[in-house]
Nanobody, 124 residues
Framework: QVQLVESGGGLVQPGGSLRLSCSAS????????IGWFRQAPGKEREGISC????????NYGSSVKGRFTISRDNAKTTVVLQMNSLKPEDTAVYYC?????????????????WGPGTQVTVSS
Protein backbone atom coordinates (compact mmCIF):
# COMPACT_ATOMS: atom_id res chain seq x y z
CA GLN A 1 0.00 0.00 0.00
CA VAL A 2 1.39 3.40 -1.00
CA GLN A 3 1.51 6.08 1.66
CA LEU A 4 0.78 9.79 1.24
CA VAL A 5 0.91 12.38 3.99
CA GLU A 6 -0.95 15.70 3.83
CA SER A 7 0.08 18.72 5.87
CA GLY A 8 -0.40 22.48 6.05
CA GLY A 9 -4.02 22.84 7.07
CA GLY A 10 -5.23 25.32 9.64
CA LEU A 11 -7.63 28.10 10.52
CA VAL A 12 -7.71 31.23 8.34
CA GLN A 13 -10.03 34.16 7.78
CA PRO A 14 -11.93 34.62 4.52
CA GLY A 15 -9.57 36.02 1.91
CA GLY A 16 -6.56 34.40 3.53
CA SER A 17 -4.15 31.78 2.21
CA LEU A 18 -2.85 28.34 3.08
CA ARG A 19 -0.23 26.09 1.49
CA LEU A 20 -0.95 22.36 1.61
CA SER A 21 1.73 19.75 0.96
CA CYS A 22 1.51 16.12 -0.13
CA SER A 23 4.53 13.85 0.37
CA ALA A 24 5.07 10.18 -0.46
CA SER A 25 6.53 7.24 1.39
CA UNK A 26 7.40 4.00 -0.36
CA UNK A 27 7.22 5.16 -3.98
CA UNK A 28 8.48 7.88 -6.29
CA UNK A 29 5.93 10.66 -6.24
CA UNK A 30 7.12 12.29 -9.46
CA UNK A 31 6.05 9.22 -11.46
CA UNK A 32 2.37 9.59 -10.55
CA UNK A 33 -0.50 11.88 -11.37
CA ILE A 34 -1.55 13.48 -8.07
CA GLY A 35 -4.93 14.90 -7.16
CA TRP A 36 -6.34 16.91 -4.30
CA PHE A 37 -9.78 16.15 -2.91
CA ARG A 38 -11.83 17.66 -0.13
CA GLN A 39 -14.80 16.65 1.97
CA ALA A 40 -16.92 18.76 4.27
CA PRO A 41 -19.08 17.17 6.99
CA GLY A 42 -22.24 15.69 5.53
CA LYS A 43 -21.14 16.33 1.95
CA GLU A 44 -19.69 14.22 -0.84
CA ARG A 45 -15.96 14.14 -1.41
CA GLU A 46 -15.00 16.21 -4.45
CA GLY A 47 -11.92 16.39 -6.61
CA ILE A 48 -10.62 19.94 -6.86
CA SER A 49 -7.24 19.80 -8.63
CA CYS A 50 -4.67 17.46 -10.16
CA UNK A 51 -1.26 17.52 -11.79
CA UNK A 52 -0.02 15.13 -14.48
CA UNK A 53 3.25 13.21 -14.26
CA UNK A 54 3.70 13.02 -18.04
CA UNK A 55 3.62 16.68 -19.06
CA UNK A 56 3.07 18.51 -15.74
CA UNK A 57 -0.26 19.86 -16.95
CA UNK A 58 -2.64 21.01 -14.23
CA ASN A 59 -6.40 20.93 -13.85
CA TYR A 60 -8.82 22.69 -11.52
CA GLY A 61 -12.43 22.41 -10.56
CA SER A 62 -14.58 25.43 -11.28
CA SER A 63 -15.01 26.16 -7.58
CA VAL A 64 -11.27 26.75 -7.06
CA LYS A 65 -10.01 27.84 -10.48
CA GLY A 66 -8.18 31.14 -10.29
CA ARG A 67 -7.70 30.85 -6.53
CA PHE A 68 -5.75 27.59 -6.06
CA THR A 69 -2.51 26.49 -7.73
CA ILE A 70 -1.12 22.94 -7.81
CA SER A 71 2.59 22.31 -8.40
CA ARG A 72 5.54 20.04 -7.64
CA ASP A 73 8.44 21.25 -5.56
CA ASN A 74 11.93 21.58 -7.02
CA ALA A 75 13.02 18.14 -5.79
CA LYS A 76 9.84 16.51 -7.21
CA THR A 77 9.19 14.88 -3.84
CA THR A 78 6.17 16.96 -2.83
CA VAL A 79 3.00 18.20 -4.48
CA VAL A 80 1.82 21.57 -3.22
CA LEU A 81 -1.62 23.14 -3.28
CA GLN A 82 -1.39 26.90 -2.82
CA MET A 83 -4.80 28.15 -1.68
CA ASN A 84 -5.52 31.88 -1.99
CA SER A 85 -8.64 34.01 -1.55
CA LEU A 86 -10.13 31.38 0.70
CA LYS A 87 -13.88 31.30 1.27
CA PRO A 88 -15.93 29.74 4.08
CA GLU A 89 -17.18 27.13 1.62
CA ASP A 90 -13.58 25.92 1.24
CA THR A 91 -13.80 24.54 4.79
CA ALA A 92 -13.18 20.78 4.57
CA VAL A 93 -10.71 17.99 5.15
CA TYR A 94 -8.26 17.94 2.23
CA TYR A 95 -6.71 14.74 0.88
CA CYS A 96 -4.11 13.94 -1.76
CA UNK A 97 -4.21 10.76 -3.85
CA UNK A 98 -2.36 9.05 -6.64
CA UNK A 99 -4.47 9.01 -9.79
CA UNK A 100 -4.87 6.90 -12.90
CA UNK A 101 -6.69 9.71 -14.74
CA UNK A 102 -6.05 13.44 -14.45
CA UNK A 103 -7.87 15.57 -17.00
CA UNK A 104 -9.96 18.71 -17.04
CA UNK A 105 -13.07 16.52 -16.74
CA UNK A 106 -12.05 13.49 -14.70
CA UNK A 107 -9.98 12.53 -11.68
CA UNK A 108 -9.74 8.77 -11.03
CA UNK A 109 -8.03 7.55 -7.87
CA UNK A 110 -5.52 4.69 -8.08
CA UNK A 111 -6.90 3.01 -4.96
CA UNK A 112 -9.61 3.44 -2.35
CA UNK A 113 -7.44 4.06 0.68
CA TRP A 114 -7.95 7.49 2.25
CA GLY A 115 -5.65 8.75 4.97
CA PRO A 116 -6.43 11.29 7.68
CA GLY A 117 -6.09 14.33 5.42
CA THR A 118 -5.53 17.84 6.74
CA GLN A 119 -8.24 20.14 8.09
CA VAL A 120 -8.82 23.53 6.49
CA THR A 121 -11.18 25.91 8.27
CA VAL A 122 -12.09 29.30 6.79
CA SER A 123 -14.01 31.41 9.27
CA SER A 124 -14.24 34.88 10.76
Amino acid sequence: QVQLVESGGGLVQPGGSLRLSCSASGFTLENYDIGWFRQAPGKEREGISCISSSDASTNYGSSVKGRFTISRDNAKTTVVLQMNSLKPEDTAVYYCKTLTVCTDRMMTVADDYWGPGTQVTVSS
